[in-house]
């Protein structure tokens, strides 16, 4: 396994960003969830600029990959998909990043059309004003955001089940599986 991918499998670089923004987007959406239905306080302060902490991260992440991946060579398309499903799995793909920019774009342009800063320790989430055009531009895009991701791993693993070792190609090798070139 090296660094970078080959025709059939994704290198560790590639890997390794995909499970870390996974990882951070995972407990993002549940964090995001709770803290605007908390009462205010310490608790919602805390996951207020959690949040903001690792969203900065998400975005960090993803310019980071996006360099990668203009660096790194893609592996060959999934084998045994009809055309239709790997336009549809390159769609998705792409939404996901778009996703990415606009929830940072318009988590930032919250913070500071609220007279915030973007560090964390600045994030006061009494002061947000609620009337923001990118507050409510960010709560759309969350939701839609977490049915991508839904489809994006729904997708994964019908193909996983039915069609063949894709979770493998990012990473995921069941013990004793043989390893792809
Ligand atoms: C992948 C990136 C992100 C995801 C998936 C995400 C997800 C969410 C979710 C699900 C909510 C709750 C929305 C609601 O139910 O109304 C939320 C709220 C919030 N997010 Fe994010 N977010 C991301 C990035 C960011 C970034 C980069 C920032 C700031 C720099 C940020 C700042 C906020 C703030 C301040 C709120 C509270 C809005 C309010 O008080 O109504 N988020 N986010």
Redesign the pocket.
Known sequence: MTWTSSEHSYGRGAQLLHWLAAL??LA??????V???LDPGDAQTGL?RF??A???A??TL?LVRIAWRLVDRRPAPLPNMPRWRLRLFEAVHILLYG??AV??I???A??LGSDLG?TPAS?D?TE?D?DLAP?SA??AV??I??ALLVAHVGGAISYQITKGDTLGRMGLRRPGSAHPA
Do not use: N
Not at 28 to 33: A, D, E, K, R, Y
């Open positions: 951070l987007i993002m959406i549940p964090i995001g969830l803290m605007v239905r207020y949040h903001v690792l969203g900065l998400v975005a993803t996703g990415v929830l940072a318009s988590g930032i919250m913070l973007i994030v989430p947000i609620r507050r960010h709560s969350s939701k955001f977490s």
